[in-house]
């Protein structure tokens, strides 16, 4: 026997795929149909001009697994995510816990730690490229003030990538803090009054409630962090070029695929590296899927 559904439930379920069409819509188009775009053309040789690609078959492929810069930007996109993913969440999550208690001026606080979010990252990197610049930019002035030699900051091959790290963590705190700061709200403020009954301290309290009960937020936090590193560009395409003496420590998976697919004009084997920052990608969100299970706790 058939169920019969209600005028009231049908019109809620149209309501509900009205709202979040817009939401599918932006994801076919800018995400979805892109992948199937870019996993095609990377069997394909770029013709001359954009016109008339070349079926190649595995090429590109077998060309990247060769190709030994294709694999120092993979260790650099690991090693930048590795600099900036926990840093960023550990100083976002002491942030949040300090302005979520009473704190004077607190949403001022709030403010302007969110403001590098708002802020073009052109903008931001141009700022930072000026505070790095080993001539007249302001660090090496408070280094010379202060006795110390210049630092080539962003030239140096063995520093340059850390550089570019303090850009993503100054960047990403403020969109992580805001985040923790809702998780937090959520918590029951029972735990922590029954724990001041028993005489935990501030330090007890932040491991043994406030930690594992934000643990879903910091779940999502980290899941996208890491993406987010992992994709880095704008940064190092602003402040590195391919002359400059660190660009092989410090060339990412997204810049080299730039590279090639509109430097070179070879969109094939770009689109080929892509897919395999794809596939990095895919495998440690899934990793992080699997494990959640045994830290995430849910109320």
């Known amino acids: 026997m058939h169920r019969r559904i209600s005028k009231q439930m049908r019109n809620e379920w149209y309501w509900g795929w009205f709202l979040i069409a817009p939401t599918i819509l932006g994801l076919i188009v800018l995400n979805i149909i892109p992948i199937f775009q870019s996993f095609y053309l990377s069997f394909f040789k770029s013709g001359d001009f954009g016109k008339g690609n070349v079926f190649v078959g595995l090429d590109n492929y077998r060309k990247m697994a060769d190709d030994p810069q294709v694999w120092h930007a993979v260790m650099n996109t690991f090693l930048h995510a590795l600099m900036v993913v926990p840093f960023s969440i550990a100083i976002a999550l002491v942030l949040a816990v300090l302005l979520n208690g009473k704190r004077k001026g607190k949403s001022i606080y709030r403010t302007i730690y969110f403001i590098p979010m708002v802020a073009a990252p052109a903008a931001i990197t141009m700022v930072w490229k000026w505070l790095y610049n080993s001539q007249f930019g302001l660090i090496n002035v408070l280094l010379a003030k202060l006795g110390l030699p210049k630092v080539e900051w962003t030239s140096n091959p063995d520093i340059a990538l850390v550089s570019i790290a303090v850009i993503g963590i100054w960047s990403v705190i403020g969109y992580n803090m805001v985040l923790f700061l809702a ?117």
């Open 183 to 299: 998780g937090l709200q959520e918590i029951p403020k029972d735990y922590y009054e029954a724990s001041d009954i028993d005489g935990a301290g501030k330090v007890r309290q932040f491991f043994v409630i406030t930690l594992p009960l934000v643990s879903p937020t910091l779940f999502f936090v980290l899941v996208t962090s890491i993406i987010q590193a992992m994709q880095v560009f704008d940064v190092i395409y602003m402040m590195i070029e391919v002359t400059n003496p660190a660009y092989d420590k410090t060339v990412s998976l997204v810049y080299l695929f730039y590279n090639n697919s509109f430097k070179y004009s070879d969109k094939g084997y770009g689109s080929a590296i892509v897919m395999l920052l794809l596939a990095i990608i895919m495998i440690m969100t899934v990793i992080q899927t699997k494990t959640q299970k045994k830290w995430v706790n849910y109320m």
